[in-house]
């Protein structure tokens, strides 16, 4: 099938950087949007940034001016560059890509494991 690896996190002050990376590998014809949501502590899963295979991307109000998303689709992989990150950023960052196996089939969701990042003194 479809994996999706994730990697990047880790523990950062505020006002740091950070860059995950995000590679699919597997049954793939072809990707369309790719991007990246988190899950703080107690709470839901939230869209953080997307981008399409075009390059169209859209953000969470929260993240804007601070976060870039982009992506290699030779090497089907989704970047998500963090800067200025602030405590509430803390998070599992989880990858989703909607992938085709086959040329005729249909597309289907699939998600990385996650990785944490942590943003504390």
């Known amino acids: 099938q479809v994996q999706l690896v994730e990697s990047g996190g880790g523990l950062v002050q505020p006002g740091g950087s950070l860059r995950l990376s995000c590679t699919a590998s597997?049954?793939?014809?072809?990707?369309?949007?790719m991007g990246w949501y988190r899950q703080p502590p107690g709470k839901q899963r939230e869209l953080v940034a997307a981008i399409t295979s075009g390059g169209n991307t859209n953000y969470a109000d929260s993240v804007k001016d601070r976060y870039t998303i982009s992506r290699d689709n030779a090497k089907n992989t989704v970047y998500l560059q963090m800067n200025s990150l602030k405590p509430e950023d803390t998070a599992v960052y989880y990858c989703?890509?909607?992938?085709?196996?086959?040329?005729?089939?249909?597309?289907?969701?699939?998600w990385g494991q996650g990785t944490q990042v942590t943003v504390s003194s």
């Open positions: 989703n890509a909607e992938v085709r196996s086959t040329r005729w089939g249909t597309f289907r969701d699939y």
């Open positions: 597997g049954r793939i014809f072809s990707i369309d949007a």
